[in-house]
T-cell receptor, first 115, second 112 residues
Framework: AQSVTQLDSHVSVSEGTPVLLRCNYSSSYSPSLFWYVQHPNKGLQLLLK??????LVKGINGFEAEFKKSETSFHLTKPSAHMSDAAEYFCVVNSVGTSYDKVIFGPGTSLSVIP | DGGITQSPKYLFRKEGQNVTLSCEQNLNHDAMYWYRQDPGQGLRLIYY???????QKGDIAEGYSVSREKKESFPLTVTSAQKNPTAFYLCASSTQHGAEQYFGPGTRLTVT
């Protein structure tokens, strides 16, 4: 079965310190992977995507993620948190085109940034 | 300006009434999606459509209906059969099923 696990439901960091949001996936195939961000009462916005090219993916707003097949992980990082980064973050696995044929959203990680 | 619009932003209905949520996109995307989000929870797929005049049930389709008569429009009807309709509803589209999705701003539905 395909699944996505976001290991922390809530992460709190101080402004200017690094951010690490963890995501592990389970897939029998080589999936496409995405990270989205959602600010309160807003729609989701794509941060970055991995589609089997470079394993280190750079996204918007200084975020990046590294695809590690051996660890089945796709953790999201940012060197220095900004107050505007406070939001909900979703890791997504795309298994469309495989026998599972689904887009699977993780449960989300809420990021708080302390001034 | 390309994008997805959802209207209205807030919607209030009495229990027992059907209500239709609008979703329009001018991105020329083939695939469109409807999700439900409850407080503190992730997204659950209601329905999706890969092409005009075709749609499939998602994980929580009971009590909902959709149509896809035009490429740019994918309205969602919340029927009186939906037991707990109060939620935040998000519409999305993508170039094809499985590609990155572009989301609308959402509609918050409150049923009392």
């Amino acid at each position: 079965a395909q699944s996505v696990t976001q290991l922390d439901s809530h992460v709190s960091v101080s402004e200017g310190t690094p951010v690490l949001l963890r995501c592990n996936y389970s897939s029998s195939y080589s999936p496409s992977l995405f990270w989205y961000v959602q600010h309160p009462n807003k729609g989701l916005q794509l941060l970055l995507k991995y589609t089997s090219a470079a394993t280190l993916v750079k996204g918007i707003n200084g975020f990046e993620a590294e695809f590690k097949k051996s660890e089945t992980s796709f953790h999201l990082t940012k060197p220095s948190a900004h107050m505007s980064d406070a939001a909900e973050y979703f890791c997504v696995v795309n298994s469309v085109g495989t026998s599972y044929d689904k887009v699977i959203f993780g449960p989300g990680t809420s990021l708080s940034v302390i001034p | 300006d390309g994008g997805i619009t959802q209207s209205p932003k807030y919607l209030f209905r009495k229990e027992g009434q059907n209500v239709t949520l609008s979703c329009e996109q001018n991105l020329n995307h083939d695939a469109m999606y409807w999700y439900r989000q409850d407080p503190g929870q992730g997204l659950r797929l209601i329905y999706y459509s890969q092409i005009v005049n075709d749609f499939q049930k998602g994980d929580i389709a009971e009590g909902y209906s959709v149509s896809r008569e035009k490429k740019e429009s994918f309205p969602l009807t919340v029927t009186s059969a939906q037991k707990n309709p109060t939620a935040f509803y998000l519409c999305a589209s993508s170039t094809q099923h499985g590609a990155e999705q572009y989301f609308g701003p959402g509609t918050r539905l409150t049923v009392t």
